[in-house]
């Protein structure tokens, strides 16, 4: 029998509605460790924003800020960071849009200008304080992944005047910004190739737009019930709403426990 392993989504999989790590998860988790399921997180986030989720799961293999940093058991293997001059572009461009950014590497993020209600309220949906304000924070460091703050249809004029980057949004005030090509997809390929294990024997758990290729390439690929019609349509498998367990549902239907 093959090696199998487990990818989970944070916000709305692996966290309930209320940013909660249940009971019932760390404990589906912890057997799955015990079973010989090789479990790692698949996010957004940056790995500074989930140190305790992967402390409480005893998890520390991680493809995070959508696939451009991933760490397999405590060491990075895999970083592909923003151009810094197609970042320079796009933020001098927001600014005369007066659409405000936020910039991230692997220790921190950093806001490009002061109270914006669109990134505190954002961020705040994620329980995270407002960053503190640093406009050459970007130019300094290697940036994995950028939000960009603007409503509706704005973002379609940065997709078309800023093609290096893909655009995901996850909240209605704000996008992620990600090298093109990049996705959680890729990150997950690169640390199975590390493993030496398979696609095929791949599962991910997710219920985002940002997980719509992870989905669709791994061996299984499961949405929550609360994921958008978009990932359930490409899943192989849609469990329950995750405040009615679904997670936990799912990876027994689908025989992991």
Not at 125 to 139: A, E, R
Request: net charge negative.
């Amino acid at each position: 029998m093959n090696k199998k392993i487990a990818f989970f989504d944070i916000d709305g999989t692996l966290l309930n509605h209320d940013k909660e790590l249940p009971t019932s998860t760390i404990k589906a988790i912890k057997d799955l460790q015990k079973k010989g399921v090789y479990c790692a997180i698949a996010t957004g986030r940056a790995p500074f924003m989930y140190e305790h989720i992967r402390d409480t799961l005893g998890i520390d293999s991680y493809v995070s800020f959508n696939g451009q940093y991933v760490v397999l058991e405590g060491e990075p293997i895999y970083k592909n960071p923003l151009s810094h001059k197609h970042l320079d572009e796009l933020h001098k461009d927001a600014f005369i849009n007066n659409h405000p950014m936020v910039f991230m590497n692997q220790e921190g993020m950093r806001a490009s200008t002061e109270e914006s209600s669109f990134i505190n309220e954002s961020l705040s949906s994620l329980h995270f304080q407002y960053p503190p304000v640093d406009h050459q924070f970007y130019k300094q460091t290697e940036i994995y992944q950028s939000l960009l703050f603007c409503q509706g249809n704005e973002i379609d004029y940065y997709r078309d005047k800023h093609k290096e980057f893909n655009y995901i949004r996850w909240h209605e005030l704000s996008c992620d910004v990600l090298p093109q090509g990049g996705s959680k997809a890729e990150g997950i390929r690169k640390m199975i190739q590390a493993l030496g294990l398979t696609m095929e024997d791949t599962y991910a758990f997710g219920d985002g737009l940002n997980d719509i290729e992870m989905i669709r390439e791994v061996g299984t690929g499961v949405a929550m019930g609360n994921a958008v019609d978009a990932t359930k349509q490409v899943s192989d498998y849609v469990s329950s709403d995750v405040s009615e367990e679904g997670l936990v549902k799912a990876i027994y239907e689908l025989k992991l426990l």
